[in-house]
């Protein structure tokens, strides 16, 4: 009994010691990781960072904080793996769900960023997610739930103050408010229809709210030739 408390305690110092090393090490490599940021080397960052993982594997924040630096040098399908995984180890991580949708819309898997902004707008409710998650759906074919998301954000007070950005053909940007956003996604799904003069009737109608939306005249124009 003794001897076997002996090795107990042995056992114990050396976890100890180990978990030390571990702590010193973590720190070495995190002020390698901020040494290497500040010089824009993200090479030797991304090195450290799997280093801090190896050593600390249930800190879900490494694998944020590794997602997001993926996505800031668009190395988007390893920013889209690295969040999914970590929205998947913990679910209401919105962050993670959000990086992940993106990544994902930027390497055309538009079915896996669908899912991942669909978890998201059900845990925050924000129509902004609910708007790509609208243009999802339209670029997928699913034309009733565009319809009824855009419809939901139409209804919605808060599309008259928030705002989307656009492109322009002279390579600036706009923004345009949300519901004539919205009203162009229902005219997009009515063009695919062949319903030509529904689909004019709701360009003009965001026209009503963002009467400078560019893309929006250009799609009038072209149907009315």
């Known amino acids: 009994m003794k001897k076997n408390l002996i090795l107990l305690a042995l056992m114990l110092i050396a976890c100890f010691h180990v978990t030390l090393a571990q702590d010193s090490e973590y720190k070495k490599q995190q002020a390698i990781y901020n040494r290497a940021l500040s010089f824009n080397d993200f090479t030797v960052a991304r090195t450290a960072l799997y280093t801090m993982m190896e050593i600390q594997p249930n800190n879900n924040s490494l694998l944020d904080t590794l997602a997001l630096l993926y ?12 969040a999914q995984e970590a929205a998947q180890k913990n679910p209401n991580n919105l962050m993670a769900l959000e990086l992940a949708g993106t990544s994902f819309e930027n390497v055309g898997l538009n079915d896996k960023a669908l899912e991942h902004y669909e978890k998201l707008y059900l845990k925050n409710s924000d129509i902004s997610v609910l708007y790509k998650i609208s243009f999802l759906q339209y670029r997928l074919k699913r034309f009733n739930d565009a319809l009824a998301s855009a419809d939901i954000i139409i ?11 656009f492109g322009k053909k002279d390579k600036t940007t706009q923004q345009v408010k949300m519901i004539a956003a919205a009203y162009r996604v229902k005219g997009l799904i009515a063009y695919e229809q062949k319903k030509t003069d529904q689909s004019i009737q709701f360009f ?16 009038i124009t072209q149907l009315q030739k």
């Open 71 to 82: 996505f800031e040098q668009r190395q988007y399908v390893s920013s889209a793996i690295a």
């Open 155 to 165: 209804k919605d007070p808060k599309s008259l103050e928030l705002a989307m950005v």
């Open 204 to 219: 003009k109608k965001a026209l009503e709210y963002s009467p400078d939306f560019e893309v929006v005249s250009d799609a």
